[in-house]
Nanobody, 113 residues
Framework: EVHLVESGGGMVQPGGSLRLSCVAS????????MRWVRQAPGKGPGPEWV?????????FYANSVKGRFTISRDNAKNTLHLQMNNLKPEDTALYYC?????RGQGTQVTVSS
């Protein structure tokens, strides 16, 4: 069974940083493209794509986070990360780790002064 468990969310002030992590199991993590998506309150209907990373480490970012967020993966530990710097109030959302098969339960990020 595929499992994705996110952690690292929290509340920070504008300009702050957080590092999200996602531990994966139940599939061949090293061969999978992995993504971070987010769902902000009142926005939708679906989650917003934030970033993707290919198995070889090639990364892609939404324009809204480019230059501030960094996605990375540790294939030896089946773990995906998202380093978020210079956070803005509009980054407030529930952040999900997503595999080709499913997504996790999410971790809340709140940016507020």
């Amino acid at each position: 069974e595929v499992h994705l468990v996110e952690s690292g969310g929290g509340m920070v002030q504008p300009g702050g940083s957080l590092r999200l992590s996602c531990v994966a199991s139940g599939f061949t993590f090293s061969s999978a493209e992995m993504r971070w998506v987010r769902q902000a309150p009142g926005k939708g209907p679906g989650p917003e794509w934030v970033s993707s990373v290919h198995p070889d480490g090639t990364a892609f970012y939404a324009n809204s986070v480019k230059g501030r967020f960094t996605i990375s993966r540790d294939n030896a530990k089946n773990t995906l990360h998202l380093q978020m710097n210079n956070l803005k109030p509009e980054d407030t959302a529930l952040y999900y780790c997503a595999s080709p098969y499913n997504r996790g339960q999410g971790t809340q990020v709140t940016v507020s002064s």
